[in-house]
Nanobody
């Protein structure tokens, strides 16, 4: 189970950090990703990180503004969002998958981020 926290209403240009904590230890064979879905739009990939380490990858729309980090001791993945724009407004979801699969099998409950301009 993935439990999310964070989110809320912020002004354009502000920063916000989302957390995603796994109920059990995340193995090195897993990746954790972030997705978002705005009303009336399809779910969009934001970024992901392999639990075993390495550089996170990001969608072009958030590159240079968002950063994914992990705290292995807390089984937690963070999404630091800086320089937020109104177009970042969406429900944000974390998810986990086995690295050898493209299917995301585990999902957080989602958290709303609203950026006012």
């Amino acid at each position: 189970e993935l439990v999310q926290s964070g989110g809320g209403l912020v002004q354009a240009g502000d920063s916000l950090r989302l957390s995603c904590t796994a109920s059990r230890r995340i193995g090195s064979g897993y990746a954790v990703g972030w997705f978002r879905q705005a009303p009336g739009k399809e779910r969009e990939f934001v970024g992901e990180v392999f639990w075993s380490g390495g550089t996170p990858s990001y969608a072009d729309s958030v590159k240079e503004r968002f950063a994914i980090s992990t705290d292995n001791a807390k089984n937690t993945v963070y999404l630091q969002m800086n320089s937020l724009k109104s177009e970042d407004t969406a429900a944000y979801f974390c998810a986990a998958r086995a690295t050898w699969l493209r299917r995301w099998d585990y999902w957080g409950q989602g958290t709303q981020v609203t950026v006012s301009s």
